[in-house]
């Protein structure tokens, strides 16, 4: 199982950017579909972006397509989210974790246990 750590979040307004990392242990990373998830305030943990092992596939939600790169360094063993135009809806606490991709286009969790995550919070 792949350790994860996820640093980047904070305070910004409006239309800023920010760029979130993740961290992984385990020397099986690359091996890994990685993915982005969030969780709002009284709301489900959601999908928000996943990258293929080597980096070819990316797939995103809709309500961050176009607005967020999610992309990675195997060598570094590091998953990042670059979050552009960064919307108050995008306030949540991130989190990353490897990712299932099913036939039906969906993606989930590949484990049930989750890291620290990090904070968003995008203020008018």
């Known amino acids: 199982q792949v350790q994860l750590v996820e640093s980047g979040g904070g305070l910004v307004q409006a239309g800023g950017s920010l760029r979130l990392s993740c961290a992984a242990s385990g020397r099986t990373f690359s091996t890994y579909y990685m993915g982005w998830f969030r969780q709002a305030p009284g709301k489900e943990r959601e999908f928000v972006a996943a990258?293929?092992?080597?980096?070819?596939?990316?797939d995103y939600a809709g309500s961050v397509k176009g607005r967020f790169t999610i992309s990675r360094d195997n060598a570094k063993n590091t998953v990042y989210l670059r979050m552009n135009s960064l919307k108050p809806e995008d306030t949540a606490v991130y989190y990353c974790?490897?990712?299932?991709?099913?036939?039906?286009?969906?993606?989930?969790?590949?484990?049930?246990?989750w890291g620290q995550g990090t904070q968003v919070t995008v203020s008018l």
């Open positions: 974790n490897a990712v299932k991709v099913y036939a039906s286009g969906q993606f989930r969790p590949e484990y049930d246990s």
């Open positions: 990258i293929s092992w080597s980096g070819g596939r990316t």
